[in-house]
């Protein structure tokens, strides 16, 4: 179980609605102002956009719906991507590259080759994700702050 | 060089930031593939690509990158145009394909951001 002072280090809350393909990324965009304003690192910054990004295209991508969450500590950032959805059947071949189950709309947004998920491990210093079929994923990516 | 330079360069249209034409761009990467500019392109450098939807801008945000060159002569979307305004990002738009706005640029010494992408830093990978 997460301690208080984890719970209480979240940084910012956002809904995601699944299919909502005009303003994906918006949630992205608005992580990243906001930690532009707090002065964080720009390496760091740019970080935690790709995993926002990708997070939230697969949340628009493949669930009904989801929520994106930002915890920031004195030692790292971490993302929760939790989301109502069909779940991911095989983990391990989810996050293959080139491993994709995208349909049209997908890919012409530029997504849906099988990259975003080992994206967001590339960019992690701490990965986990878990699902259950019929209800949905949930994604944790930790970035340190100290660099290692 | 100059953004304004690579206007001439490639008789681009100056979509969004004719007042950021004296940014100086030294990188590039080119790509349709948003995972792929996610993955491998790097800060400062100028997107080209032929993905002219609001995604590509969003990328273009998170990464740093300092401008867009839509090549091949792309329709361009009301909200493509409002989000780059809004993020600050200077959009060119040229009629010419990738492949040779790629080329017409590296001939005058702009180069890839990286240049294999074996060079990208995958320490995270097991």
Redesign the interface.
């Known amino acids: 179980m997460p301690d208080d002072d984890y719970l209480e280090s979240l940084e910012g809350s956002y809904y995601v609605q699944g299919r909502d393909f ?5 949630v ?2 608005e992580i ?1 102002k906001s930690l532009k304003e707090k002065g964080m690192p ?1 390496d760091i910054i ?1 970080k935690v ?2 995993i926002t ?2 997070a939230e ?1 697969n949340i628009i991508s493949y669930a009904e719906q989801g929520t994106i969450q930002m915890f920031i500590r004195p030692d790292a950032i971490t993302i929760e991507a939790n989301d109502v959805g069909p779940g991911i059947a095989d983990i391990e071949l989810a996050l293959q590259e080139g491993y994709s189950t995208a349909d049209e709309s997908i890919r ?4 849906g ?1 099988g ?2 998920l ?2 967001i ?5 701490v ?1 986990e994700l878990t699902s259950e079929i019929g209800k949905g994923t949930r994604l944790k990516s930790v970035v340190k702050l100290n660099g290692q | 060089m100059k953004l304004s330079e690579i206007r001439d360069i490639l008789d681009a249209r100056v979509i969004v930031g004719e007042d950021k034409l004296d940014l100086e761009i030294t990188t590039a990467f080119g790509a ?8 491998f392109a790097r ?1 400062g450098c100028l997107l080209i ?1 032929g ?1 002219s ?4 801008v ?2 273009a ?4 990158i300092a401008a867009i060159l839509v090549c091949r002569g792309k329709s361009l979307t009301d ?1 493509f145009i409002e989000i780059a305004k809004e ?1 600050g990002i200077p959009i060119l738009w040229t009629q010419y394909i990738m492949f040779e706005s790629c080329g017409k640029l590296f001939q005058e010494g702009v180069t890839g951001c990286i240049r294999k992408a074996s060079e990208v830093e ?1 320490k ?2 097991a």
């Not at chain 1, 005009?22 to 918006?26: C, E, K, P, Q, S």
């Not at chain 2, 349709?32 to 993955?39: F, I, P, Q, W």
Request: no cysteine.
């Open positions: 005009v303003d994906a990324g918006i992205s965009s990243k720009e740019r956009a790709v990004f990708e295209i012409e947004m530029g997504f080759a990259m975003g080992s994206n491990k590339k960019f992690s210093d990965f | 349709d593939l948003m995972s792929d500019v996610l993955a800060s690509t993905l939807n609001p995604q590509a969003r990328t945000y998170a990464l740093d909200k993020l995958d995270h990978i």
